[in-house]
């Protein structure tokens, strides 16, 4: 009676093992696909995009696609602190662009990285920019109220309903363009298939454990 009631106890044991951690590891694997085919698309879409042309702005703003911004420059510019560029640490250059076509009555552009020369002890001289603009650019996703806190001067909810909610980043072929590299850095989809991997694997790991300790206990209680 008592090798039996030690049989059940360690078999809901190890189901209650097999039933929690299997299914978690296994869900962790599909997740891992499912960034993996998010990627891919992410990566189509940006390689589909660099040989389109550019076109005016529109309510859709699609990542990595090339769009045409004409207006005028305002006063308001913002330093995109802690940025690097080939191991040099420094800044990038945010300017507010006035649009005179569009949905949107003003575009935040990226015109690029500028040095850290002064060591933080003052900002980097603003370079010459014209005063109306005529610029391509590409479309990057990113969330402005997260980017306000990386901004110098501290800002807080200077980016309004008015601005398009994206980030322009300057056609590097553009005169005003500074050094830049607007190589997104994401991780490809064949690491996220080797995690899926090693997440399934955990989990058939699990349950042919949990079956040789089941086997190995049952043989000892015969």
Known sequence: MRSRLAMWWYQWWLFALLATFVPFTASLGFWQLSRADQKTQ????????????????SQSLVAFSPVHLTGRLTDRYYWWDSRTLDGAVGFELLVVVALDQGPYQE??????????????????DLPELPAIIDWNAQVR???????????????????????????????????EALDRNWKQTVIGPARHLGYAVQWFMLSGVLLIGALLLLYKHRTRTL
């Open 42 to 57: 992410l990566l189509n879409a940006q390689a589909a995009q660099s040989f389109a042309t550019p076109q005016p702005l």
């Open 107 to 124: 575009a935040l552009v990226n015109l690029g990285f500028v040095a850290d020369t002064h060591y933080r002890r003052q900002m980097p």
């Open 141 to 175: 996703e990113i969330d402005l109220h997260w980017l306000e806190q990386q901004l110098l001067p501290v800002q807080t909810d200077v980016f309004g309903d008015d601005m398009a909610p994206v980030l322009f980043e300057i056609d590097p072929d553009a005169a």
